[in-house]
């Protein structure tokens, strides 16, 4: 038994110390043949990460994908209409896509008002891009009011969240 827990631990520390030396194979890890040249391999973008800037990835967390307004409120602030500026050029270079512009409201109000305050948010950037050049076939609305909050809690803060329209891309032509 005892050998065999001796064996065991020997294969496990000679296997751990293989995989120790990432310089195994020469200084460029294809044993010095130079292949480090091909940028693609080795260029850090992994195709729909976000670090690819044709993704929707890219698009949610470097250039934003959502705009908050202020209390009972539909005009565009001045950030708002800095993340869109960034979302209208993203679009224009990245034609292939869609969107899908959700309006949000906090859970202040009735239903049928925050549907249409929703409703009124997701229109004023619609229009915006639309000013901007964006084709208006390739933008469509959409209110849920208060019925997808991303925060839960009775303060302003989780209300001030809760107050957006949100741009979410889609591939390939919608319908309506």
């Not at 973008?45 to 993704?55: Q, R």
């Amino acid at each position: 038994m005892k050998r065999i827990l001796t064996s065991t631990l020997l294969i496990s520390a000679l296997a751990v110390s293989a995989c120790t030396n990432p310089d195994r194979f020469g200084a460029d890890g294809m044993g010095g043949a130079g292949v480090n040249a091909g940028a693609g391999v080795n260029s850090g973008v992994v195709p729909g990460s976000a670090n690819d800037p044709t993704s929707t990835a890219y698009f949610q967390q470097a250039v934003g994908d959502r705009v908050l307004f202020l209390v009972d409120q539909s005009s565009l602030t001045d950030v708002g209409r800095a993340t869109l500026d960034g979302q209208v050029a993203w679009l224009q270079t990245n034609t292939d896509y869609q969107a899908v512009i959700e309006g949000h409201a906090d859970e202040q109000g009735t239903r049928e008002y925050n549907i249409a305050l929703g409703g009124r948010r997701a229109n004023a950037v619609r229009e915006y891009m639309i000013s901007r050049g964006i084709a208006a076939s390739r933008l469509k609305t959409i209110s849920y009011g208060k019925e997808r909050p991303i925060e839960i809690c009775s303060e302003e803060a989780c209300y001030a969240k809760n107050r957006r329209a949100v741009t979410v891309l889609a591939g390939g032509a919608l319908t309506s």
